[in-house]
């Protein structure tokens, strides 16, 4: 599974079909229908006219990092873009992130779930949220503990604005994408137990990237996050400090 990526005049709609050739064929190894996994174009250090470019190519889940960057950005997108956060969020910039996204997937921790619902109810919003885990128990992630998530996933769905669709996590970031076959499998479980305890289904599972979308798809992923995959290299002097599995 090789990921090409570093040649730089290779247009987004040459990538964009070499990443839906391996969504496909990942699908097909574990049985599953197209449809049933959503591309989020990752657009972070990229400019708005590559956002454009995919959303004239069919792609309408757009992804960033950082609330600063988005503020900049997202206007000058085609409104019909959606906007997911997939960045670690400072409760400072709750505010900011619930008027800007439609989808929190970094959603780490019970206290900046009580911040988002407080800063929805003053904006009327009904933001999605996943639940962030760590599954690997990384030190340099951020995100809930497995068990920590199940004791307090009754406290966040308390949280009447907040609608939450599943849960996300970042692997590990190894060269051999097959390593991290295991942490996939156990977010799925998560999820599944999850469920069970909320007696109502997680539909979302946003797992694997542009190194490990064929193997988070394998296990489950109804969503693969992409960047570097669609769009190139992200320029290395802009990335963010807290972008796990990149370095
Ligand atoms: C940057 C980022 C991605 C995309 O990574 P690529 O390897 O460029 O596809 C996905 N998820 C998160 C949380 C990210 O920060």
Same mark, same amino acid.
């Given at each position: 599974?090789? $990921?090409?990526?570093?040649?730089?005049?290779?247009?987004? #709609?040459?990538?964009?079909?070499?990443?839906e #050739?391996?969504i496909a064929?990942?699908c097909?190894?574990?049985?599953r229908a197209r449809q049933e996994v959503?591309?989020?174009?990752?657009?972070?250090?990229?400019?708005?006219?590559? $956002?454009?470019?995919? #959303?004239?190519?069919? /792609?309408?889940?757009?992804?960033?990092?950082?609330?600063?960057?988005?503020?900049?950005? +997202?206007?000058?997108?085609?409104?019909?873009?959606?906007?997911?956060?997939?960045?670690?969020?400072?409760?400072?910039?709750?505010?900011?992130?619930?008027?800007?996204?439609?989808?929190?997937?970094?959603?780490?921790?019970?206290?900046?779930?009580?911040? @988002?619902?407080?800063?929805?109810?003053?904006?009327? =919003?009904?933001?999605? *949220?996943?639940?962030?885990?760590? *599954?690997?128990?990384?030190?340099?992630?951020?995100?809930?503990?497995?068990?920590?998530?199940?004791?307090?996933?009754?406290? $966040?769905?308390?949280?009447?604005? @907040?609608?939450?669709?599943?849960? !996300?996590? +970042?692997?590990?970031? *190894?060269?051999?994408?097959?390593?991290?076959?295991?942490?996939?499998?156990?977010? =799925?479980?998560? =999820?599944?137990?999850? #469920?069970?305890?909320?007696?109502?289904?997680?539909?979302? /599972?946003?797992?694997?990237?542009? &190194?490990?979308?064929?193997?988070? +798809?394998?296990? &489950?992923?109804? !969503? $693969?996050?992409? &960047?570097?995959?669609?769009?190139?290299? =992200?320029?290395? @002097?802009?990335?963010?400090?807290?972008?796990?599995?990149?370095?």
């Open positions: 599974m090789s $990921v090409d990526n570093s040649t730089a005049n290779t247009s987004i #709609a040459d990538r964009l079909a070499a990443v #050739a391996r064929a990942a097909d190894r574990a049985g959503t591309l989020l174009a990752v657009s972070k250090t990229h400019p708005a006219d590559a $956002v454009a470019e995919a #959303a004239r190519l069919g /792609l309408t889940e757009f992804a960033e990092s950082k609330v600063q960057e988005a503020r900049a950005k +997202i206007p000058m997108c085609p409104s019909r873009c959606r906007w997911h956060l997939i960045g670690h969020l400072q409760s400072n910039k709750a505010r900011d992130a619930v008027a800007l996204f439609e989808t929190i997937q970094s959603v780490d921790s019970l206290s900046l779930a009580r911040e @988002l619902q407080k800063q929805a109810e003053k904006q009327s =919003r009904r933001p999605k *949220v996943l639940l962030e885990i760590n *599954v690997a128990g990384e030190s340099s992630k951020f995100g809930w503990a497995p068990d920590r998530v199940l004791a307090e996933l009754m406290e $966040v769905n308390a949280l009447d604005r @907040l609608e939450i669709h599943g849960l !996300m996590t +970042i692997a590990p970031y *190894v060269t051999d994408s097959e390593r991290v076959r295991v942490y996939f499998r156990k977010l =799925r479980e998560l =999820r599944d137990a999850a #469920a069970d305890r909320l007696g109502a289904p997680l539909p979302v /599972l946003s797992m694997g990237m542009s &190194g490990d979308l064929d193997v988070a +798809i394998e296990e &489950g992923s109804t !969503m $693969v996050r992409v &960047g570097t995959a669609l769009f190139g290299d =992200r320029p290395r @002097l802009q990335r963010a400090p807290d972008e796990s599995g990149a370095d």
